[in-house]
T-cell receptor, first 114, second 117 residues
Framework: DAKTTQPPSMDCAEGRAANLPCNHSTISGNEYVYWYRQIHSQGPQYIIH???NNETNEMASLIITEDRKSSTLILPHATLRDTAVYYC???????????????FGKGTLLTVNP | GAVVSQHPSRVICKSGTSVKIECRSLDFQATTMFWYRQFPKKSLMLMAT?????????EQGVEKDKFLINHASLTLSTLTVTSAHPEDSSFYIC?????????????FGPGTRLTVT
């Protein structure tokens, strides 16, 4: 069962902020939100993760709503190299059990245009 | 971030032969590694979970005798595709989980493109 919903595609102008939404209305209290991206013909790249607080690192910012039912990944200044499929995944952070797996949906194809 | 390598990056083999793909965590120890397969224009599909020193756990529909997984050390897991057929041609990606971090994030290798002729 899909636990997240993302738009299939988005466009963004180079240099502008890219805001990628993700709905996870059935998220549990112990589930993290993870974001990965996959550039064509490469392995997925970890971007960021969060539980309930907003997070920022050198790649992106993650904004999680107060009710935790949705989140937004923000790439502050998109470049052409940010063109990729972005995956939003929810998962518990535990060492075992069937729900520790990262299950990939279809993601959002972000195209950054010059 | 943590680095995961895969070897080879590309391999072409003849139908009926076996191919081994290596996955290494370069700067961290990984008690758990994962193997995914990705067909063109599709998302990643988890094949199996590999735990160091024990048998791998396969997802439903994945033949354990065809896709042999060995995780003999904390930095190396291997996937062997036995008696490969053209339908096994795919992009195989491994992932390693950082056990030492409380959020258990996973890092992925660059993938191996397998073509069976």
């Amino acid at each position: 069962d899909a636990k997240t919903t993302q738009p299939p595609s988005m466009d963004c102008a180079e240099g502008r902020a890219a805001n990628l939404p993700c709905n996870h209305s059935t998220i549990s209290g112990n589930e993290y939100v993870y974001w990965y991206r996959q550039i064509h013909s490469q392995g997925p790249q970890y971007i960021i993760h969060g539980l309930k607080n907003n997070e920022t690192n050198e790649m992106a910012s993650l904004i999680i709503t107060e009710d935790r039912k949705s989140s937004t990944l923000i790439l502050p200044h998109a470049t052409l190299r940010d063109t990729a499929v972005y995956y939003c995944i929810v998962r518990v952070a535990s060492s075992g059990g069937s729900n520790y797996k990262l299950t990939f949906g279809k993601g959002t194809l972000l195209t950054v245009n010059p | 971030g943590a680095v995961v390598s895969q070897h080879p990056s590309r391999v072409i083999c003849k139908s009926g032969t076996s191919v081994k793909i290596e996955c290494r965590s370069l700067d961290f120890q990984a008690t758990t590694m994962f193997w995914y397969r990705q067909f063109p224009k599709k998302s990643l599909m988890l094949m199996a979970t590999s735990n160091e020193g024990s048998k791998a756990t396969y997802e439903q529909g994945v033949e354990k005798d065809k896709f042999l997984i060995n995780h003999a050390s904390l930095t190396l897991s291997t996937l062997t595709v036995t008696s490969a057929h053209p339908e096994d041609s795919s992009f195989y990606i491994c992932s390693a989980r950082v056990s030492a971090r409380p959020s258990y994030e996973q890092y992925f290798g660059p993938g191996t493109r397998l073509t069976v002729t």
